[in-house]
Nanobody, 116 residues
């Protein structure tokens, strides 16, 4: 059974940091491109960042320079280090694993709230 389980969300003040994790199981993690996607209150899905199976990273302009995506293939885990958080980063953050249109998996999400 494929599982993606996000953790690490919570309430943080503006300017603070959080580290999200996504534990993967049930598929060959190292072969998949992994992404973080978020959905703010009353908004649609917004792509945040991706990392390919070979480690190439890309970021949305809104988070570039503040967020860092990484993966540990030995632990089957994806990470998102989020620094200098802003209120507009408030969202549910989802982990996505993609290999093909037929192998596209999502986690249940973790809430991040940035507020003073």
């Amino acid at each position: 059974e494929v599982q993606l389980v996000e953790s690490g969300g919570g309430l943080v003040q503006p300017g603070g940091s959080l580290r999200l994790s996504c534990a993967a199981s049930g598929f060959t993690f190292s072969s998949y491109a992994m992404s973080w996607v978020r959905q703010g209150p009353g908004k649609g899905l917004e792509w945040v960042s991706s990392i390919t199976s070979s480690g190439t990273t890309t970021y949305a302009d809104s988070v570039k320079g503040r967020f860092t995506i990484s993966r540990d293939n030995a632990k089957n885990t994806l990470y998102l280090q989020m620094n200098s958080l802003k209120p507009e980063d408030t969202a549910v953050y989802y982990c996505n694993a993609y290999y093909s249109a037929y192998t596209d998996y999502w986690g249940q999400g973790t809430q991040v709230t940035v507020s003073s």
